[in-house]
């Protein structure tokens, strides 16, 4: 009992500074901003299987793209258009080799990411958790998008959200890890 | 980001951000967080560091699949190995966005006190 709680205690204990890494005029766009507008409410979906019995699915916002066979993402509208983002999303395969990935984002310095993408999509080291059994698997495709959008997030709502659960559904995903760039 | 995490969750896909900004995947209601003192562009740490990587991608997984209730809030307790002033230029891209560009050319043409 005693133990238990010693470890709760130090698991759910906060250390991290949200906006170590942001440039303090940035600070006032994202702190105390609340909720976004009609998301209020909870939202839960619970895990139901063991973790090595299910298949899951990464999601990076760092803008990769395949440079062989895929679009970037619209960089060029953005440098005309400055408040909008290009909202679509690329399936980016388990298969694809790190010299296959671009990166279009115009907010992050794109160095490290295309020297070792696992720093944002960590497709390498899923396969070798699904090789040890700590998981089940890893879908097929993964899923990249580019995360500088526009305030109001119609696009992504309306469109690339659902696609991208078409998507994750189709490829029987139990679950989603999210890494914001 | 957050949001985005939501409306998947609402489709019965569960969810876990990863990233430094946890306060604000908090505020933007998050289902389950983890959260990274890492500079922006490194959710899963240092380039070729695999075991940094991995500590993030197993406590990811863990919030993933062992979260209790939504909100639920673990922070990765690691610091990062590069020098604030260092790591805080590094992470910025060499041209500046064209957002951030206009803000500072607004700036430059303000009335200056």
């Given at each position: 009992m005693c133990l238990a709680g010693v470890g709760l205690t130090i698991l759910l204990n906060v250390v991290?500074?949200?906006?170590?890494?942001?440039?303090?005029?940035?600070?006032?766009?994202?702190?105390?901003?609340?909720?976004?507008?009609?998301e209020e409410s909870p939202v839960w979906a619970p895990f139901e299987k063991r973790l090595a019995e299910s298949r899951i699915a990464l999601l990076t916002s760092a803008g990769f793209y395949l440079?062989?066979?895929?679009?970037?993402?619209?960089?060029?509208?953005?440098?005309?258009?400055?408040e909008w983002g290009d909202p679509t999303w690329r399936a980016i395969p388990t298969s694809a080799r790190p010299e296959d990935l671009a990166v279009a984002h115009l907010h992050i310095n794109d160095e490290d990411l295309?020297?070792?993408?696992?720093?944002?999509?960590?497709?390498?080291?899923?396969?070798?958790?699904?090789?040890?059994?700590?998981?089940?698997?890893?879908?097929?495709?993964?899923?990249?998008?580019?995360?500088?959008?526009?305030?109001?997030?119609?696009?992504?709502?309306?469109?690339?959200?659902?696609?991208?659960?078409?998507?994750?559904r189709e490829q029987g995903a139990d679950g989603l890890i999210l890494a914001p760039a | 980001m957050p949001v985005l995490a939501r409306w998947i969750e609402a489709a019965g896909i569960p969810t876990v951000v990863v990233t430094m900004m946890p306060a604000v995947a908090e505020e933007r209601r998050a289902p389950r967080i983890v959260g990274v003192e890492f500079p922006f562009g490194h959710p899963f740490g240092m380039p070729n560091d695999r075991v940094m990587q991995r500590r993030v991608l197993e406590l990811a997984l863990r919030v993933l699949a062992g979260a209790a209730s939504f909100g639920t809030r673990v922070d990765l307790d690691m610091e990062w190995p590069v020098p604030l002033r260092e790591a805080y230029k590094a992470w910025q891209p060499k041209v500046p966005s064209p957002i951030v560009r206009k803000m500072l050319e607004a700036r430059q043409d303000g009335p200056r006190s």
């Open positions: 991290v500074d949200s906006y170590r890494f942001l440039p303090r005029s940035f600070r006032p766009l994202y702190e105390g901003r609340g909720p976004f507008p009609g440079k062989g066979s895929q679009q970037s993402f619209d960089v060029e509208r953005e440098q005309v258009h400055e295309l020297a070792d993408p696992e720093i944002a999509l960590p497709m390498r080291l899923l396969d070798e958790l699904t090789r040890e059994g700590v998981v089940g698997g890893s879908v097929a495709g993964h899923v990249a998008v580019m995360g500088y959008q526009d305030r109001g997030l119609r696009d992504w709502r309306d469109v690339t959200a659902p696609e991208i659960v078409a998507h994750l | -």
